[in-house]
């Protein structure tokens, strides 16, 4: 389990977080909300080792994350950045990557690398893209090809920002079908998203941030009740009944 206890976060000079405390549970998706510039991404790159905290503590399995060593929390936690280079080389060679924490130097895959690549891309729904140049790839097409090597890692929990940006409205709605399914199989799944409608549905517990602090933390119910996405968000959240449960949606506030 991935756990932050009253975390401070941020860069040089310019503090993000402060007091965060929250975990990414096993067989649960946890969802960060909150406006630009509220610490989402700041939080998930502490999450996953990438950032330093600058108070407080960050536990994987009771252990200080620090203390693990990249290459095994690389091996426990996959990152999906909301956005990263893109080098001239194919799919199937960027999804590779993701194996990355299992090989030693000299990097030689194996058959079980291989077939764990493989195995990712059709989750991402992206084996058809495999041999293509990643230049040549949509943004929509990039994006399922990054979430394809987050998968290739086949850790215990997994992270993402803005996992269904520049997708279509089916692929968004795949990729958070995706997370559920992660979920089943007893990952911890924490993903950023500005879709509120998108994570108040998929999501077990959300975890609301305003100004580099912890605003709410709490089921999509409670969460919906409480008003808080309200007025951090500055927007009227409603829902309405459908088949598969609540259908939620987003108004500006009137000014009257």
């Not at 199989?185 to 975890?207: K, M, N, P, W, Y």
Request: hydrophobic share 40%.
């Amino acid at each position: 389990m991935l756990e932050l206890r009253n975390v401070s976060a941020g860069y040089p000079g310019r503090p993000v977080l402060e007091g965060v405390s929250l975990s990414a549970q096993p067989g649960r998706v946890l969802a960060l909300l909150g406006p630009n510039g509220c610490g989402k991404s700041t939080l998930l790159r502490t999450m996953a080792g990438l950032l330093p905290a600058q108070g407080g503590e960050v536990l994987l399995d009771g252990r200080p994350l620090g203390d693990c060593g990249p290459r095994k929390a690389a091996q426990k936690i996959a990152f999906l950045p909301q956005s990263r280079p893109v080098p001239s080389i194919t799919a199937r060679r960027m999804v590779l990557h993701g194996r990355f924490p299992y090989l030693s130097y000299p990097r030689r895959c194996r058959r079980e690398d291989h077939e764990a690549v493989e195995r990712a891309l059709r989750q991402a729904d992206a084996l058809d893209l495999a041999e293509r140049p990643l230049p040549e790839l949509s943004g929509g097409q990039r994006q399922k090809v990054y979430l394809a090597m987050a998968l290739a890692q086949e850790t215990e929990t997994v992270l993402m920002d803005e996992p269904t940006t520049y997708l279509d409205v089916r692929h968004q709605l795949e990729t958070l079908a995706l997370t559920r399914r992660l979920a089943a199989e007893g990952r911890a799944v924490v993903l950023a998203l500005h879709d509120l409608c998108l994570a108040l549905s998929a999501a077990d517990e959300a975890a609301v941030l305003s100004g580099g602090r912890l605003a709410a933390l709490g089921g999509p119910e409670e969460i919906y009740r409480s008003g808080v996405l309200e007025r951090v968000m500055g927007v009227r959240l409603g829902r309405t009944a459908g088949p598969g449960g609540w259908r939620y949606f987003c108004e500006l506030r009137s000014e009257g």
